[in-house]
């Protein structure tokens, strides 16, 4: 049981008793105290007399009313000297509390259905009092209680409105409805004890909605149809003998000049019992006051502002400074929709998002300059990019992506370059080998098959994949070739009838087992054991008893050619990683052709070769701030495959298949700290098969399988191998490495949260000014030259570009209460004109570019210490 001594508000009250007060009857109360000088108890709510309390059965919401004949010390008030106990000992929760000559012990609500007393429990109440009590009531002159009390009560009314009626509001402070101070508080009374639950920590619950509009001549009630949430902090108070509860709110601001204010009491309100209030509004109009020009500023002291999602310049110390990765973040925030939602899902239920690299636009919705941009050359340029664990990105296209994010990237859903299969090309031209795979984005393509012998102008050989695909310029770009898978050769080698070998059945030429082998897979990144180079194509036995007779060596092709390794390492001094290791898979090498299941020797069949898979494709990823793959997050840049083929008929044609392609590269660069948990593949493509569904000849042909790709993740320090280990193949000391200053971006990002001006409404956002230093030379921007004189305007001609949003704000969180404006650039002007009435509002924010390309040396320092937005409100 709280026991608690409380100064409560001074409100009229009527204490009615069953028959106590001031009654002359044999036993009274009043009698008992006439006369005398001591304390003595006068009257009570459960009906009380000298041999105990007439009313015994209460509800648990009951209030207990003592009136005593001298104002009580509230120090003598305690569980001790008013004991209430169940029949288990236990005491009932809720408050003691002292009101002159008057306690009150009032139960707590413990929910909408829970109170201080337990129903259906017996009670017992004793006061202390009389000859020999060690503990007693005392009145503030020292005077003890000359009597105790007994009772008991059990609570079996369940719980009791007192009223019968729904609780009613009273607007009580302001007393007048115009002209109310701008820091007045607003005071709703209620006509009985209401449920307080929803009142937790200074707020309301929605019970009682707060809210402020401008004044509008126009409208019929002088007040603007646009209201904004009024913040501030709700306090109740409560008589305990009348039991009407009071809700007091105080606003966190000023209320502003001429402001409609509007208090609107809900069906939220609910009474002891559960009744519902009935919905009441009440209107105040504030004082006229005169209207001061304010800002918002940022000393970039600390970064306790900085918008650590976005930011990769270095804030704090009195300073923004640039960092060293990001670029301009011009793209905006990485949006999946922003790609073809297929309308698919693939095996995790992942929505699936197709990024064509040769063609990307990005909505005028998302980017900082406000106009729709479209990306042909595959360099992205978002402020963050952050992929949903719901969400596959798959970029397809020639060009490799270039992922820069002025902030974090966080890869929690799949990425894949995807390397397409190579098609059937057979109805299109039979007499020509199948087309290799074209590679994912910057890729090599797949070796085309080898033609017919016939084809007088093509190529019985399977072509070679294409080599492993370098940046222009790289310095190791002549080690480059042998690496693409090599085609196989025809078999027999010659391509002619006259050079085929039968199979015999008692000195009958009867059928052509000899076949090509597939293709052999392309090649990437090795260690120098080979384990991780493209494997060669194969010609296989299936059968210990062949069904057309022994199998004699003549029938099956030598070994061909493998692929070799890229010199994926040194890196060079004078060479960027990005131009080092942005390296795109070679493709696996076409099958050859050969004559396999000719049955007539007057009539050879040929078969062409199967396609090569294309080389994995290349991804690169530049982080300002941290990069992150999450455990759920997937990065795929793997060799494609080759198609399988099968006969089922014992009849050409038989293509020998291609082989795979070597996988891509993955290249992260991480202005802060590179997290990776999640899987991150560069394996090579799977080589193809040809085989038979019903027996014949009992062999198969299988293509080499594509060699592995390479992963780089550098950042400063460098990061250990050790902490990445679902890398696919298995990550070693040779991924990781230190950021160099050769990678630097020349721009970065510093990106804000919301500021809140003092302001309940939009204010007018009147010009900003920032104070910056250019090689060392001092240099003003803002968008209002007449009042800044000497500045020079923050666009993206200049080192220091700045783009704002507004957005309504709750002035207590900096939280938003609505929709963002779009980026505008350069100037907080703009947020005035008619498009931004619905969307700007009392929060800003704002992103700076550091181009340290625009400096006077080209290459020079910026550093900014105050920023500061003007606005009227």
Not at 154 to 179: F, M, Q, R, W
Not at 239 to 265: K, N
Not at 331 to 349: C, T
């Amino acid at each position: 049981m709280r026991t608690t001594s409380k100064l409560l508000l001074a409100l009229p009250f009527v204490l009615s008793f069953a028959a106590c007060s001031g009654s002359n009857a044999t036993g009274g109360l009043g009698a008992a105290c006439r006369g005398s000088s001591s304390l003595c108890l006068v009257s009570c709510s459960l009906g009380c007399s000298l041999e105990g309390c007439s009313i015994k059965s209460i509800p648990v919401n009951q209030r207990l009313v003592f009136r005593f004949s001298q104002p009580i010390d509230p120090a003598s008030v305690s569980p001790s000297t008013v004991r209430l106990r169940s029949s288990q000992g236990e005491q009932p929760i809720g408050d003691l509390l002292v009101q002159g000559s008057d306690v009150i012990f009032k139960p707590a609500v413990l929910s909408s259905t829970e109170y201080g007393f337990v129903a259906n429990e017996e009670y017992s109440l004793e006061i202390a009092g009389g000859p020999g009590a060690t503990a007693s009531i005392e009145s503030i002159s020292g005077d003890k209680l000359g009597a105790r009390l007994a009772c008991s009560l059990v609570t079996d009314l369940g719980v009791v409105d007192a009223d019968g009626k729904p609780p009613i509001g009273e607007l009580v402070v302001p007393e007048s409805l115009s002209n109310v101070k701008a820091d007045s508080l607003i005071v709703v009374e209620f006509s009985e004890s209401i449920n307080t639950l929803p009142f937790q920590n200074g707020g309301t619950g929605g019970t009682i909605l707060y809210k402020v509009a401008l004044p509008d001549s126009t409208a019929p009630n002088g007040c603007s149809r646009r209201y904004f949430p009024l913040p501030g902090t709700a306090a109740l108070s409560e008589d305990p003998l009348t039991g009407r509860t009071r809700v007091v709110f105080r606003p966190s601001l000023l209320m502003p000049s001429e402001a409609c204010v509007q208090v609107e009491i809900t069906d939220q309100i609910r009474d002891l019992s559960g009744k519902s209030a009935e919905s009441q509004v009440f209107d105040f109009v504030v004082e006229s006051r005169s209207i001061v020009d304010q800002y918002i500023e940022e000393t970039f002291a600390a970064a306790g502002k900085a918008d650590k999602v976005r930011s990769g310049a270095a804030w704090g110390n009195g300073k923004l400074t640039v960092g060293r990765l990001g670029g301009s973040g011009v793209l905006g925030s990485f949006s999946a929709v922003d790609g073809k939602d297929l309308q698919q899902k693939d095996a995790q239920g992942r929505d699936i998002y197709e990024w064509n690299t040769d063609d990307i636009t990005i909505s005028e919705t998302r980017t900082l300059t406000g106009v729709e941009i479209k990306v042909t050359n595959g360099v992205l340029e978002f402020t963050d990019f952050i992929v949903g664990e719901k969400e596959h990105i798959r970029f397809v296209g020639t060009k490799p992506p270039l992922i820069r994010a002025s902030g974090t990237i966080q890869i929690n859903g799949v990425v894949t370059l995807v390397s397409p299969m190579p098609v059937d090309q057979s109805p299109i031209n039979p007499s020509t080998g199948w087309a290799g795979g074209i590679g994912g984005p910057g890729g090599g393509a797949g070796g085309q098959g080898a033609d017919l012998p016939s084809y007088t102008t093509g190529s019985i050989n399977g072509r070679n994949g294409a080599n492993v695909q370098v940046p222009t310029g790289h310095p190791r770009a002549s080690q480059t070739a042998g690496t693409g898978g090599p085609g196989a050769l025809a078999f027999p080698r010659s391509g002619k009838d006259l050079d085929v070998v039968w199979i015999k059945l008692q000195n009958f030429d009867i059928f052509v087992r000899m076949m090509a082998n597939g293709g052999s897979g392309g090649s990437l990144f090795d260690r120098g054991n080979g384990a991780l180079l493209g494997t060669t194509g194969l010609v296989e036995k299936t059968s210990a008893s062949p069904i057309l007779g022994p199998y004699t060596p003549a029938e099956f092709p030598p070994q061909e050619a493998a692929s070799k390794a890229f010199a994926v390492l040194p890196v060079s001094s004078t060479v960027s990683s990005k131009d080092t290791f942005r390296l795109g898979g070679s493709g696996g090498g076409g099958g050859g052709t050969h004559a396999a299941y000719t049955a007539v020797k007057t009539n050879y069949v040929w078969s062409v070769g199967g396609g090569g898979g294309g080389g994995g494709g290349s991804i690169a990823f530049e982080a300002g701030s941290d990069f992150i793959v999450s455990s759920t997050g997937e990065i795929y840049a793997q060799g494609g495959g080759a198609l399988d083929i099968r006969n089922s008929n014992g009849q050409p044609p038989a293509r020998a298949p291609g082989g795979g392609g070597s996988g891509g590269s993955v290249l992260v660069q991480a202005g802060g700290v590179p997290t990776i948990v999640g899987k991150v593949d560069v394996s090579g493509g799977i080589g193809g098969t040809f085989a038979e569904t019903s027996q014949l000849l009992d062999i198969k042909s299988s293509a080499g399988k594509g060699g592995a790709g390479y992963i780089r993740v550098e950042a400063d320090p460098k990061p250990s191998f050790a902490a990445f280990g679902g890398f696919v193949p298995a990550a070693a000391d040779d991924n990781t490495g230190l950021l160099r200053p050769i990678d630097d971006s020349t721009q970065s990002v510093a990106a804000s949260g919301i500021y809140v001006a003092q302001s309940l409404f939009p204010p007018t956002w009147l010009y900003y000014k920032i104070e910056a230093k250019i090689d060392g030379v001092p240099v003003t921007y803002s968008d209002d030259p007449r009042v800044v004189p000497g500045s020079k305007f923050a666009d993206d001609t200049q080192p220091v570009a700045i783009y704002f949003k507004s957005v309504a704000a709750d002035a207590q969180t900096s939280k938003p209460i609505g929709d963002f404006t779009p980026w505008v650039p350069a100037t907080v002007k703009d947020f005035s004109l008619k498009k931004y009435e619905t969307t700007a509002g009392n929060g800003m924010l704002y992103l700076i570019v550091l181009d340290k390309s625009k400096t006077p040396s080209k290459s020079g320092t910026i550093e900014i210490t105050n920023l500061r937005v003007y606005y009227r409100g």
